[in-house]
């Protein structure tokens, strides 16, 4: 949906999130398009003025609904999918958009089509006062010879449906859009020759254009001119349809050909029907102009000889046109264009056979413990610093769970558990989501964040010892600062908070509002100086006791995802569904980038710093920054240089997680194909691999290295066993 707009869409939004509420945003976001429209398309507009509905105006309007409504799980996946954060609706007016405004909108469409079903052309009202229906069948705006009620005017009301089809039903998209488009062309230019009225007036009175414009009458000949005459111009019309049909098809399937065999795609057909459409409309409009251009196409030809341009989603996804399989790009880094190549034969791989390349390296049976008590998917976990043999889990299902295991691998199975709920019965656990938890650095607590806004924190032994409440929205991220007396959060409200929790009741000592969009992401560089980043495209590092942010970085183009300080608290990085990570240097003033990396081809959803380097417990050893990419790769890159040290392509689907073994040697990498990889850094080559079922949103270390715990999209979570 992102970024396409046409002048009559009927568009609805992407799929939407697994909890059910995709078919009423759906719904929705469809009857918006028709109200928007109007419902008659023959309704006259004022000289000059044209009016536009685009699909990136309904996501918003949709996204909107979705969030006032309650849907707060699918907002966020909406505003994901949809990509309406990449737009610029959100900002300026649009940005104090009034609560209800996708109802009003609706509103007014339907008291539109009421007006225009009540209402002669000649102003004579075509309900009776006493609310029947119309008995007027010969009337040429009762085509159906039926009437409507007043009372019979609801948004998906019959009365409400047939007033929008009654009359030059929509075509049906059941064909390659190009042959829809290019049916239509052959009929507006056939009926415009021939002069045939759409009406079943007598008389040869005004025809009505699709585009809503009254023509001019051709002249009384065809009016006047026989029913055999007639028969033999609808032919000649009909047969102008089927060859213009036939010719789309062919070119249609030699485009697709075409596609198949370039490593891009080509231009939306279903976007370029729109715009054919929408040219030919056009040009009926002002009186059949763009016969007499010379020479090249008419609006809506056909061209079949250049099928290929720069492709809106592969544009959105960091890519654009690019070289045919075997060529080599000189414009792409060669180790980048090896990189495609491996993966692209890595995509026409059957799973059998890519599964079969990972059995030298798979976990066996007895070297994995599953932990499957939980009845949602499991989003985030955890390994105790301190206390090693625990581990924490948050979970769709409103509840975490602190798992003890039962000796130092898998064969010594499971202790015991103990359930953290964030709800109490049914309707208690609406959007208490578990989406972030982390232990302090003592070991002693655990806190978690949840979709309903509230931050907890837990004892090791289950005991709810803080519940946080300021938050207006879902709590996207939870960090303790190294001395464990504040706790950071971000926030779907676009804020951070900063919580005192030393006391025996926790409170805001400071909170933080200078993002205008959602913060997704907080990370502490000290124990009171702090970044985060949020859909707004920028970065803040602020500070306990400050006003204001010390520093602000704007130099993403898209929703920034994650930040992160490496080990020494100087150097900032982030990432962004722009395809970039950058990383900033705080020792200087400079608010442009250290490093902009841009070889991924998709969003970088995460990234880490190495335990290594100044100031970590591996000072000896290189820092490097891990960014994981939607486009199915891991890239190490030394920040020393600013070069790709490693590039790790086996992933047939994008990278949710990755995460450095205590040591610095050693890479966990999952992704949403449910593959688990763990790589050798220096060498770049994975030594152990796993495939569980669902996706994997999270990986973590044991602070020994010798366990990996994934976290699944199927409510489990897996402890692999580690030993190199």
């Known amino acids: 949906m992102s970024g396409n707009s046409s002048r009559n869409p009927s568009p609805v939004p992407p799929g939407m999130g697994g909890d059910g509420s995709g078919s009423a945003a759906s719904a929705a976001a469809g009857a918006a398009a028709a109200a928007a429209t109007s419902s008659n398309p023959q309704s006259p507009r004022p000289q000059g003025q044209t009016l536009t509905v685009t699909s990136d105006e309904i996501n918003l309007l949709v996204y909107r609904y979705l969030q006032e409504s309650g849907f707060v799980h699918t907002a966020f996946t909406f505003a994901h999918e949809s990509l309406v954060g990449r737009t610029n609706l959100g900002k300026g007016p649009l940005a104090y958009l009034p609560p209800g405004a996708l109802i009003s909108f609706l509103q007014k469409g339907l008291q539109y089509v009421g007006i225009e079903e009540s209402l002669r052309e000649d102003g004579t009202d075509r309900i009776p006062a006493g609310g029947g229906a119309s008995g007027d069948e010969g009337d040429g705006d009762d085509e159906d010879g039926t009437g409507v009620s007043a009372e019979d005017f609801t948004l998906l009301g019959e009365a409400t449906v047939r007033a929008l089809t009654r009359r030059d039903p929509p075509i049906q998209l059941n064909v390659p859009p190009q042959a829809a488009a290019a049916a239509l062309r052959a009929r507006l230019e056939e009926e415009e020759r ?79 029907a729109l715009e054919m459409m929408d040219r030919a409309a056009a040009r009926l409009e002002a009186g059949g102009k763009g016969k007499a251009d010379s020479g090249g196409p008419t609006a809506m030809d056909v061209d079949e000889n250049n099928s290929t341009t720069n492709s809106t989603t592969a544009a959105a996804a960091g890519g654009g046109t690019g070289p045919l399989p075997g060529q080599l790009d000189k414009n792409v880094p060669l180790a980048d264009q090896q990189v495609e190549t491996a993966q692209q034969r890595q995509a026409k791989m059957t799973e059998a056979e890519a599964e079969a390349l990972d059995v030298p390296t798979r976990a066996r049976p007895d070297q994995v413990l599953e932990l499957n008590q939980h009845t949602s998917e499991v989003f985030m976990c955890a390994w105790n610093p301190i206390h090693t043999h625990l581990i924490a889990t948050g979970s769709g299902d409103a509840s975490a769970r602190i798992w003890e295991m039962g000796g130092a691998d898998a064969k010594a199975g499971l202790a015991k558990s103990a359930l953290l709920q964030h709800g109490q019965n049914g309707s208690d656990k609406k959007n208490k989501d578990v989406t972030t938890l982390e232990w302090s650095p003592s070991g002693e607590l655990l806190a978690t964040g949840s979709y309903d806004g509230v931050a907890r924190v837990w004892r090791r032994n289950g005991q709810l010892v803080h519940t946080l409440r300021s938050h207006r929205g879902p709590i996207f991220s939870l960090k303790w600062n190294k001395a464990g007396n504040y706790l950071l959060s971000g926030s779907y409200d676009r804020s951070t908070i900063v919580w005192d929790v030393t006391g025996e009741v926790g409170f805001v000592k400071q909170q933080f509002q200078f993002h205008e969009a959602p913060a997704l992401d907080v990370d502490w560089k000290d124990d009171t100086t702090f970044a985060s980043c949020s859909t707004d495209k920028t970065v803040h590092v602020c500070q306990v006791g400050s006003d204001r942010p010390l520093r602000s970085y704007s130099g993403h183009t898209d929703e920034v995802n994650a930040v992160k300080w490496d080990p020494s608290g100087n150097l900032l990085a982030s990432c962004s569904d722009d395809c970039s990570a950058k990383v900033w240097d705080l020792t200087t003033t400079d608010t442009t980038p250290r490093y902009d990396f841009k070889s991924h081809k998709q969003e970088i959803y995460t990234i880490k710093w190495s335990p290594t380097g100044q100031g970590s417990a591996n000072p000896s050893k290189p820092l490097l920054l891990a960014t994981a990419s939607f486009d199915g790769s891991v890239r190490l890159w030394n920040v020393q240089d600013g070069t790709c040290y490693r590039i790790l392509s086996r992933h047939r689907d994008s990278v949710y997680s990755v995460a450095f073994s205590p040591s610095g040697d050693y890479l966990a990498s999952g992704s949403l194909a449910g593959q688990l990889y763990i790589w050798d850094v220096q060498t770049g080559v994975h030594i152990r691999s796993f ?34």
């Open 194 to 272: 021939t002069g045939i009225s759409r009406s079943n007036s007598a008389g040869g009175g005004a025809s009505r254009s699709s585009s809503g414009s009254k023509r001019k009458k051709k002249g009384s000949g065809s009016s006047s001119s026989s029913a055999a005459a007639k028969r033999k111009q609808q032919a000649q019309a009909q047969k102008a349809v089927e060859d213009q049909v036939a010719k789309a098809q062919a070119a249609y399937q030699a485009q697709q050909q075409q596609q198949q065999a370039q490593a891009q795609g080509g231009t939306s057909s279903a976007s370029a």
């Open 691 to 724: 495939k569980g079922k669902g996706d994997i949103f999270e990986v973590s270390w044991n602070k020994e290295e010798t366990r990996v715990a994934s976290c699944f999209s199927s409510n489990v979570v897996e402890v692999i066993d580690f030993q190199p």
